[in-house]
């Protein structure tokens, strides 16, 4: 690994056991390793040096036990001691070291990749990872990385709360996540509002996040769920800046600008400027991020203003109604009924939620508009 790319396999300062250090600057965009990896008899052999948690092997009577009475060999035989021992190793190195990919059609794969499974985990990596259908994994620089740093990916997508990072990690790779953001998060959790680096941070992982794995998903939605997404999101980024937790509450206004452009495909009669504004500055960023994705400049530059703005145009974007009095609609079908003739989601005498705190809490009954 080292003489072909200039990387190192070494102890780390903290409690991560080894880990991946480059000898040599890193440019952002950098592809640093396509580890395509069909099997070797000599990489078979070289999947047991493998990291494998260390509590586990020495619990060794109960791993035994359990291998031998839950599987058995080919021919229906018990497992010999040796055996059930490799089965056990096998076994708990596939639980530290896996990575789940997805094909076409979104079925799961897990597997290992013997030189990535030598990087240590950060929630705020240097490197993005990405698996293509057929297996193929490329790590790509996020940002310039310095001579005799240390190369980190996320294990789990980005973008998400530390509550659920420590979850995740520890129920699928069985490890309480040491990395600084993790640290830095418990000590402080309002870090977002001092931290701008974090805020940047995070908000390129949910960019990332949103792109990679929620654009299908968001492609999907009805008028109706759009609106009920808004409205969660909107409570909650006004939850969020009353926390002050400046990158959470972004986050869900990343959100909104989202589901505004969904809304916007779905009802192009929609005439608010506001809501027009919304989308178009979504539309512009997203246009902007890909393209600096393509470039390998996948930075999130704070100066972004196409960011900035649509951020800015979501939070000012007629806020979603929620009608205390109106049940939901029952179906989809009867919620988009539920726009008014010229695009707007309105319903009269209801409340409105304000990501921002600026806006009224209160809407005026829209003239002409029938529940009917
Ligand atoms: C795929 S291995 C990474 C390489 C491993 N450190 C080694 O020595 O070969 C994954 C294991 O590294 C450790 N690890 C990786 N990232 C970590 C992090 N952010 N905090 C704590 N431990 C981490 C955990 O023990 C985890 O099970």
């Not at 990087?119 to 057929?134: R, V, Y």
């Not at 916007?264 to 991020?289: G, M, S």
């Not at 939070?315 to 979603?320: F, K, Y």
Request: net charge negative.
């Amino acid at each position: 690994m080292a003489t072909t790319y200039n990387l190192e396999y070494k102890d780390t300062w903290d409690m991560k056991g080894k880990g991946v250090f480059t000898k040599v600057a890193i440019a952002a965009g950098t592809v640093i390793s396509p580890m395509f990896e069909s099997l070797t008899e000599e990489q078979k052999a070289q999947y047991f040096t493998l990291y494998a948690v260390k509590r586990y092997e020495d619990d060794d009577a109960s791993m035994l036990d359990y291998f031998q009475n839950v599987y058995t060999k080919a021919d229906g035989s018990k497992l010999s001691d040796f055996e059930a021992r490799r089965y056990a190793r096998v076994f708990v190195i596939v639980w530290c070291n896996y990575i789940a990919f997805y094909d076409q059609d979104g079925v799961e794969h897990r597997g290992l990749w013997l030189k990535a499974s030598r990087f240590n985990h950060k929630c705020s990596p240097n490197l993005l990872m990405n698996i293509k259908t057929n297996g193929e994994m490329t790590l790509r620089a996020r940002h310039l990385i310095p001579e005799g740093a240390e190369l980190t990916f996320s294990y789990i997508p980005l973008g998400k709360f530390r509550a659920e990072r420590r979850r995740q990690l520890l129920q699928d790779f069985g490890f309480e996540c040491a990395c600084d953001l993790c640290d830095l998060e418990d000590l402080r959790p309002d870090a977002g509002q001092h931290e701008e680096r974090l805020a940047i941070l995070r908000l390129h992982d949910v960019g990332e996040t949103m792109r990679l794995y929620r654009e299908n998903e968001f492609n999907q939605l009805t008028v109706a769920e759009c609106n009920a997404r808004i409205a969660r999101c909107q409570i909650r980024c006004v939850q969020y800046n009353r926390l002050l937790w400046n990158d959470y509450a972004f986050y869900e206004l990343l959100n909104i600008a989202d589901l505004w452009a969904r809304l916007w495909q779905l009802t192009p009669n929609n005439t608010d400027p506001n809501n027009q504004r919304a989308v178009f500055a979504t539309i512009e960023w997203r246009r902007c991020l890909n393209g600096a994705c393509n470039l390998g400049r996948i930075v999130v530059d704070p100066n972004d203003w196409h960011l900035v703005d649509a951020l800015r145009a979501a939070a000012s974007a007629t806020p979603v109604i929620i009608d205390p009095q109106t049940p939901a609609p029952e179906d989809p079908a009867a919620a988009e009924k539920a726009v008014t003739p010229d695009g707007r989601f309105l319903r009269s005498g209801a409340r409105t939620v304000d990501p921002t705190g600026s806006l009224p809490m209160v809407s005026t009954p829209t003239p002409g508009w029938k529940t009917a």
